[in-house]
C-alpha cells in the first residue's frame, strides 16, 4: 500500500525534486509526516484530511505514513498539499495508480486547490525530467511559461482525481502566459534637468557599472535611480524564471515580469534581510532579490559599516553564500549597485542657497564611512545639485523609452565583442593625468572602463579620444568639496 | 612655526590704520607687511557656497588688483576670501584672535601655511602662544577693521563677528560694502540689514572692483582681466555646464575634460574653478 508523486523544493535558487511517498499501514489510525517538514507542511496533515473529507474521499482510517525524500532537505511551505493528498489516495488505492507528475498546491479544507508559491520551480522540474506539472488552475499559465512545461492547471482535489483517473494527457495542457513586458512606471521624461547626472544613469545602465549620486536632499537621487529599471534592458526568458524562483524562495510572486527588480532596502534593514538568512529554511535576502537588476541603497553612508562589508562578496561574485551551522546556501545575487548620499550629516554642504549646519570633523567621519573597498566600486561617482525652479527646461525631457533603445544597441554591442580585463592608458588624457597625479591607476582604470562603455553607446568599434574625454569629464571625486 | 616679531606703533612697518584706534596695540607679526592699501572680506562662517564662491571670487580680483585681503581666517567666508588672494598670487593678511602660532580652526592649517609661504602675513594682538579663547574674536575684529580701508561683508546672519567688523570700520569712518542677499535666508539677514543702515551694496565682482576705486582710490596694479577661461571665477556646479555652455552633456564633459587636461580648470570636488 505504497504510493509516490514527485513535488518540488527551492534550495538556494536552485529547483529541486521532492518525492512525496505514502504508505497506508494495517495498524490503528494515525497520521505520521517526516523528511524536515516545518510548521507550515506538519500542518498540512490537517487541510489534507479535511480537504479530502469535503471531497467526498474516505480518507483511510489506518497508519498513514508520508515522508518528503530526501529526507535531509528541509522543507517548507503550503504546496506539499496536494501532492500529499494524491499520495495518500493512491496508496489507499482510492485513486488508481498516480501517473509520474509534477504536483504543487495548496489545498483549502473545502477541497480547492490555491497557488502556492512554487508554480515557477514546478515548472522547471517540469521541463527538466520532462513530467507533466499539475499545478493550481490560477497560477498554471505561469508554470507553462517556463520554457518545455507541460501544464495542468487543476481546480480542487477531486478536479486532481478525476484527471488521473482519465489520464492527465486527456484535455489540453495549459498556454504559457506571454510574460509581461510592462514598462516601468517611472519614467525618466519626469526628471527635469539633472542633464549630466541623466547622462551617467544611461552610461551606467549601459555598461552595468555602479553608480554612486551624491548631493543635498532634495536634488533627486532617489527619483533617478528608480528610473533605472526602466531603461535597462528586459530580462530573457531564464532570466526571467531565474528571477521568479528566487523571489518565490523569498515567499514572493513577481510573476513573469521581465522589468529587470529594483529594490531598495532601508538602512535600518539587518544583515539578514540584506544577504540572505532566517532560521530553518534560509530565503533569499535583499541583493538576491535584486539579482538580474537593481540594488539601491539610499543614504548609503547611515547603512552600518558592517552591513556594507557583506555586500563585498555578491559584488565581486555575483552570489552569495548564507552560511548555517552545518550547511551553506549560495543564491545568485549579480545585482547592479546604485547608491546616493548625502555629502555630509545635515546634506547642504556644497549647497548653493543654504549653510551647512555640521562640525568639519562631523563632515570628515561622515565622508570617512564610505572610504575604501566600498568606494572602488562604484565606476561613475556623480554629483547631483538641486534644481532652481527658475531653471527647468519647460522643453520635455527625453522618456526612458528613447534611453532604453540606445542602452539596448549598446548592450549587445558590448555582448558580441571579447571581453578583456586589458586596459590600456596611452590615450594622452589618462597619461597625462595620470602623470599630473589628478589621477590613480585604479581612476585610470575606471575612466576606460566608463570609456569603452561610452563608445559603445556612440555605436563605435574604437574607443576615441572624446570617449575617454567624457569618461575623464564625468569621474567626479568623492574627497572634498 | 614661522619667525615672529613684535611691531610697535612706532615702528615704521606698523600698519598706518591702526593708528585710528583709540589705543593702537603693538601686535605680532609673521611674514611681510606692506604698505598697500588692504580691504576686508569678512562674513558668517556657516555660509553658502554662493557666499564662498562669491568671497573666493572677491579674494581673487583684490589680490589680481594688488590690494591687500584682510580677513580672520575663519572658517567660511573668511576663509575662502584668502583662498582666492592666494590663488591669486596676491597679499593676505590674517588677522587671528590667538597667538600667531596657533593654528586655529584646525581645517585651516593649509591657509595658514599657505600665508606664511606667500607673500602674506599673520598679525595678532596676543602673545604666541595664546589659546583662541571665545572673547578675544570680537577684540581681533577692530584690528581688521581699523587696518582696512574698506570692509566687505559677504554673508552674515542675524548677528556675529562680521557685523561687528562692520559697525567698528563705520564708526572709524570706512566705507562699508555689502553684498545683498534673499530676505529670507538667514544667512543674509545680517548684510540686508547693513545695506538698509546704509552700507553700499556689491553687485558683484566687477562691481566691487568699480566701488572701491571710487571709494579709496585707484588699486595700486590694474588688474589684468584674466577670466580668460570659459569658467566663472566662483566656479560653477558640473551641472551647470551644458547650459553655460549651450552644448549636450556629453560635449559639455568632453570639454571640460579637454580643458583640465590644458591646465585651464581644476576641480575641488563637484565644483569646475578657473586653474590660475
Known amino acids: ?481 | 612655526m614661522a619667525e615672529h616679531r613684535l611691531v610697535t606703533p612706532h615702528s615704521s612697518e606698523y600698519p598706518v590704520g591702526l593708528g585710528d584706534l583709540e589705543d593702537p596695540p603693538p601686535i605680532y607679526v609673521s611674514g611681510h607687511l606692506t604698505d598697500a592699501t588692504a580691504v576686508a572680506v569678512v562674513g558668517t562662517r556657516r555660509c553658502t557656497r554662493y557666499g564662498s564662491d562669491l568671497a573666493r571670487s572677491f579674494g581673487k580680483a583684490l589680490g589680481r588688483s594688488g590690494w591687500t585681503t584682510v580677513s580672520g581666517l575663519a572658517r567660511g567666508i573668511d576663509a575662502a576670501g584668502h583662498t582666492g588672494t592666494l590663488a591669486a598670487g596676491g597679499h593676505a593678511v590674517a588677522v587671528l584672535g590667538c597667538g600667531i602660532d596657533v593654528c586655529y580652526p584646525a581645517e585651516n592649517r593649509d591657509l595658514h601655511q599657505g600665508i606664511l609661504e606667500s607673500v602674506g602675513a599673520l598679525i595678532s594682538e596676543y602673545p604666541p602662544g595664546t589659546r583662541p579663547d571665545r572673547w578675544r574674536f570680537p577684540a581681533r575684529n577692530r584690528l581688521i577693521a581699523a587696518m582696512s580701508s574698506a570692509v566687505v561683508v559677504v554673508e552674515a546672519g542675524e548677528k556675529g563677528g562680521a557685523l561687528i567688523t562692520a559697525r567698528l570700520a563705520a564708526e572709524i569712518g570706512r566705507p562699508v560694502l555689502v553684498v545683498p542677499g534673499d530676505v529670507d535666508r538667514p544667512a543674509s539677514t545680517g548684510c540686508n540689514r547693513l545695506l538698509r543702515d546704509g552700507a553700499f551694496p556689491v553687485l558683484g565682482t566687477d562691481d566691487l572692483l568699480e566701488e572701491l576705486e571710487l571709494l579709496i582710490g585707484p588699486p595700486p596694479t590694474k588688474g589684468t582681466d584674466a577670466s580668460g577661461s570659459d569658467v566663472p571665477d566662483g566656479g560653477i556646479g558640473i551641472e551647470e555646464l551644458p547650459s553655460l555652455w549651450e552644448c549636450t552633456p556629453s560635449e559639455a564633459l568632453v570639454r571640460l575634460a579637454q580643458m583640465e587636461g590644458e591646465g585651464l580648470i581644476r576641480r575641488s570636488g563637484d565644483r569646475i574653478l578657473p586653474a590660475i
Open chain 1, 1 to 481: 500500500m505504497y504510493a509516490a508523486t514527485t513535488s518540488v523544493a527551492l534550495v538556494g535558487g536552485d529547483a529541486r525534486e521532492v518525492w512525496v511517498e505514502a504508505h497506508v499501514g494495517r495498524q490503528q489510525e494515525a497520521f505520521k509526516l517526516s523528511g524536515l517538514p516545518d510548521t507550515s507542511v506538519r500542518e498540512a496533515k490537517d487541510r489534507v484530511r479535511a480537504a479530502v473529507a469535503s471531497s467526498g474521499i474516505r480518507f483511510p482510517n489506518r497508519t498513514v505514513t508520508v515522508n518528503l525524500a530526501p529526507a535531509d532537505l528541509p522543507k517548507a511551505g503550503t504546496d506539499y498539499d496536494l501532492p500529499i493528498a494524491l499520495g495518500i489516495l493512491a496508496a489507499s488505492r482510492e485513486v488508481p495508480n498516480l501517473e509520474p507528475a509534477v504536483v504543487v498546491g495548496e489545498l483549502a479544507l473545502d477541497g480547492s486547490v490555491r497557488p502556492g508559491s512554487s508554480a515557477l520551480v514546478a515548472g522547471v522540474i517540469s521541463a527538466r525530467r520532462k513530467l507533466p506539472a499539475l499545478v493550481a488552475v490560477e497560477s498554471a499559465a505561469e508554470t507553462a511559461s517556463v520554457p518545455g512545461a507541460v501544464v495542468y492547471g487543476v481546480s480542487s482535489l477531486a478536479h486532481a482525481v478525476e484527471m488521473l483517473r482519465d489520464g492527465i494527457d486527456s484535455g489540453p495542457p495549459v498556454r504559457p502566459k506571454e510574460g509581461s513586458s510592462r514598462r516601468s512606471s517611472a519614467d525618466l521624461a519626469e526628471v527635469k534637468g539633472q542633464l549630466i547626472a541623466r547622462r551617467a544613469l544611461e552610461i551606467a545602465a549601459a555598461g552595468r557599472h555602479h553608480l554612486l549620486l551624491y548631493g543635498p536632499p532634495g536634488a533627486g537621487k532617489t527619483m533617478l535611480a528608480s528610473r533605472l529599471p526602466g531603461i535597462l534592458p528586459p530580462l530573457s526568458d531564464p532570466e526571467t524564471v531565474e528571477v521568479g524562483m528566487l523571489w518565490a524562495a523569498a515567499g514572493r510572486s513577481r510573476g513573469l515580469d521581465r522589468l529587470p527588480p529594483f529594490r531598495a532596502p532601508h538602512h535600518t534593514a539587518s544583515k539578514a534581510a540584506l544577504v540572505g538568512g532566517g532560521s530553518g529554511i534560509v530565503v533569499p535576502g535583499e541583493v538576491s532579490l535584486a539579482h538580474r537588476g537593481v540594488l539601491f541603497l539610499d543614504e548609503l553612508a547611515e547603512f552600518p559599516r558592517g552591513h556594507l562589508d557583506t555586500l563585498r562578496q555578491p559584488l565581486e561574485s555575483g552570489s552569495v553564500t548564507v552560511a548555517r551551522r552545518g550547511s551553506s546556501v549560495d543564491f545568485p545575487a549579480d545585482f547592479q549597485l546604485i547608491a546616493a548620499t548625502n555629502p555630509c550629516p545635515c546634506g547642504y554642504h556644497g549647497d548653493r542657497r543654504r549653510p551647512c549646519e555640521c562640525r568639519p570633523v562631523a563632515r570628515a567621519r561622515y565622508r570617512s564611512r564610505l572610504s575604501g573597498p566600498l568606494l572602488d566600486r562604484f565606476d561613475l561617482i556623480v554629483h547631483t545639485a538641486r534644481v532652481d525652479l527658475e531653471d527647468i527646461d519647460d522643453r520635455a525631457s527625453e522618456p526612458s523609452a528613447a534611453v532604453s533603445e540606445r542602452v539596448r544597441s549598446a548592450r549587445s554591442r558590448r555582448a558580441g565583442r571579447a571581453q578583456s580585463g586589458e586596459h590600456d592608458f596611452s590615450d594622452p588624457l589618462i597619461r597625462g593625468a595620470l602623470e599630473a597625479g589628478r589621477l590613480t591607476l585604479r581612476g585610470a582604470l575606471k575612466v576606460a572602463r566608463v570609456g569603452r562603455t561610452i563608445a559603445d553607446l556612440d555605436e563605435s568599434e574604437r574607443v576615441e579620444e572624446q570617449h575617454i574625454a567624457e569618461a575623464m569629464g564625468l569621474r567626479g571625486d568623492w574627497v572634498d568639496g
